[in-house]
Antibody, heavy 129, light 108 residues
Framework: QVQLVESGGGLVKPGGSLRLSCAAS????????MSWIRQAPGKGLEWVSY????????YYADSVKGRFTISRDNAKNSLYLQMNSLRAEDTAVYYC??????????????????????WGKGTTVTVSS | SYVLTQPPSVSVAPGQTARITCGGN??????VHWYQQKPGQAPVLVVY???DRPSGIPERFSGSNSGNTATLTISRVEAGDEADYYC???????????FGGGTKLTVL
């Protein structure tokens, strides 16, 4: 069945680095956009980044721009998030999610929407000294 | 940046109808998606593109979107529907995925 499994979380000191991975199975990984979303303890969902199916289009939330790098390896059915210069406020559960792009009907030029239809169980990142 | 506003909490008795709103400037021109998240679990998509349901989601879950408000409606609420619900849109003007702050649904 369709499955996403995150790994790589852990405890890291402020200023440190961590690389998260997400292993996909049960679907054609290279056909889908993918996203990272995080959730700080007791807080809501916060989008972090997404990457197009080929890897040619990437967007980041302002809170991580310049510090985090999303990438993918379609041959390995894997998504990654390289996190550098980590801060206490980056402490969260990080989810990877399969992302669907749709076109809003009747729009010219075309306007698109994106939603996350499959989520992994998440991996916990704690930034603390 | 685009802001989505949800009520922090909604309470409803079993068997009644719950309506969770998501406010945003001219949100009716956007496509709205809804997620359910139970404690300790990952979010689950329950409505996409305003009113479509993924396979496996009960017909009790429905959505609408017009003007400045999108609404997730849960009919015949069950105890198992108790969860946090989040709305989400794509803001094309800033290339951003935006989530609402979430609404905690309590089944009395």
């Amino acid at each position: 069945q369709v499955q996403l499994v995150e790994s790589g979380g852990g405890l890291v000191k402020p200023g440190g680095s961590l690389r998260l991975s997400c292993a996909a199975s049960g679907f054609t990984f290279s056909d889908y956009y993918m996203s990272w979303i995080r959730q700080a303890p007791g807080k809501g969902l916060e989008w972090v980044s997404y990457i197009s199916s080929s890897g040619s289009t990437i967007y980041y939330a302002d809170s991580v721009k310049g510090r985090f790098t999303i990438s993918r390896d379609n041959a390995k059915n894997s998504l990654y998030l390289q996190m550098n210069s980590l801060r206490a406020e980056d402490t969260a559960v990080y989810y990877c999610a399969r992302t669907v792009r749709g076109r809003i009907t009747g729009t010219t030029p075309p306007h698109y929407y994106y939603y996350m239809d499959v989520w992994g169980k998440g991996t916990t990142v704690t930034v603390s000294s | 940046s685009y802001v989505l506003t949800q009520p922090p909490s909604v309470s409803v008795a079993p068997g009644q109808t719950a309506r969770i709103t998501c406010g945003g400037n001219n949100i009716g021109s956007k496509s709205v998606h809804w997620y359910q998240q139970k404690p300790g679990q990952a979010p689950v998509l329950v409505v996409y593109d305003d009113s479509d349901r993924p396979s496996g989601i009960p017909e009790r879950f429905s959505g609408s979107n017009s003007g400045n408000t999108a609404t997730l409606t849960i009919s015949r609420v069950e105890a198992g529907d108790e969860a946090d619900y989040y709305c989400q849109v794509w803001d094309s003007s800033s290339d951003y995925v935006v989530f609402g702050g979430g609404t905690k649904l309590t089944v009395l």
